[in-house]
């Protein structure tokens, strides 16, 4: 008998988040809760990324994976962004994936972030 080949799974990094930038050069991680950790047992592919500035500045959003920059989202001020990431690279098991933010020093405002991705 052979096992049911598991079906792809949807996961969700999601939410409005204050912040204050500290310069452009330097991302900060946004919240604990925008961290995502694929499972040890499967691969996963990022499918979206869509972001929100509330702020009068440009921004960026940085996907960090294992504590490296994996992709940059700029986002215009007061403006957002929708990228459809179509048939990208896997992120490799185990892999942790986390947002960071950058913006210019002071500049406060919110981000609005919505993350998709599929396991399998």
């Not at 592919?45 to 960026?60: E, H, K, P, W």
């Amino acid at each position: 008998m052979h096992a049911e080949p598991s079906l792809p799974q949807s996961k969700f990094l999601q939410g409005a988040f204050p912040f204050t930038g500290q310069g452009l050069e330097q991302p900060f991680q946004v919240a604990d809760s925008l961290r995502y950790q694929v499972p040890r047992d499967k691969r996963a592919q990022m499918l979206y990324f869509r972001g929100g500035n509330s702020s009068d500045a440009l921004i960026y959003v940085v996907l960090m994976q294992n504590d490296r920059p994996k992709r940059y989202f700029p986002i215009g001020a007061g403006a957002d962004t929708h990228v459809t990431m179509a048939i990208t690279e896997d992120i490799e098991p185990s892999a942790r994936c986390e947002v960071f933010l950058a913006a210019p020093e002071r500049t406060s405002g919110w981000l609005v972030v919505d993350i998709g991705f599929m396991e399998f």
